[in-house]
């Protein structure tokens, strides 16, 4: 006579009445009251419980590598998704082996190559700011079959520190402290910024084409 049998509530996989824990995602299948009504208050025997579980299992227990890896594998999935949230910026990287189960916690996000970062910019350049006169650098556009280049003539910009890029809705705004000058240009342009760094000529900055 077949054993009946219902979907899981949590994976919906189908199991058998007879099942205490789900066999694919490991949930816990007993209904209290139903324990209650058929083994009174003092609930059913912990061993009989152990030993439904490994049946489940194919015989193998929890030191097998049969069905209950799946049932730990969950287990440890819902552990680390827990920590990811508690952490906040850590990514948790979760890879089922044949022989167990592997976490790897931190995994790094790859860098995008090339792109600089966005200067913050200090008190003291302020500082030089608000006492150097202001001029807009000359340019002069290189474009090639994957990028666009914008060379702002400005020699005497010492560090990529003292740059500053701004996206604007008509493209973006190039503030740059010289040693005598403080230079800002307006560049129409809507493509993505790649980079910029310093050359013998002055600034050069990189859109890449979409």
Do not use: H, W
């Amino acid at each position: 006579m077949f054993n009946k049998g219902y979907n899981c509530p949590d994976c919906e996989l189908k199991v058998k009445d007879s099942f205490d824990f789900c066999p694919y995602c490991g949930l816990d299948l007993v209904d209290p009251e139903k324990d209650l009504e058929e083994f009174g208050a003092l609930g059913r025997n912990d061993s009989s419980r152990r030993s439904n579980l490994e049946n489940q299992g194919g015989g193998l227990g929890l030191g097998g590598f049969g069905i209950t890896d799946k049932m730990i594998g969950s287990l440890i999935k819902n552990l680390a998704k827990s920590f990811e949230k508690q952490m906040g910026n850590i990514d948790a990287e979760v890879k089922n082996l044949p022989n167990g189960v592997s976490i790897q916690f931190g995994v790094p996000e790859k860098p995008s190559p090339g792109k600089s970062k966005k200067n913050q910019i200090t008190s003291e350049q302020i500082k030089r700011m608000s006492k150097l006169p202001r001029e807009e650098a000359k340019t002069e556009v290189k474009r090639f079959s994957d990028r666009v280049v914008y060379q702002l003539i400005a020699k005497d910009i010492a560090s990529v520190e003292d740059v500053f890029v701004s996206k604007l809705e008509t493209g973006y705004e190039i503030k740059a402290i010289g040693k005598k000058k403080v230079y800002v240009n307006s560049l129409p342009v809507s493509l993505p910024l790649k980079s910029y760094s310093l050359d013998s000529k002055g600034l050069s900055v990189e859109f890449g084409l979409q």
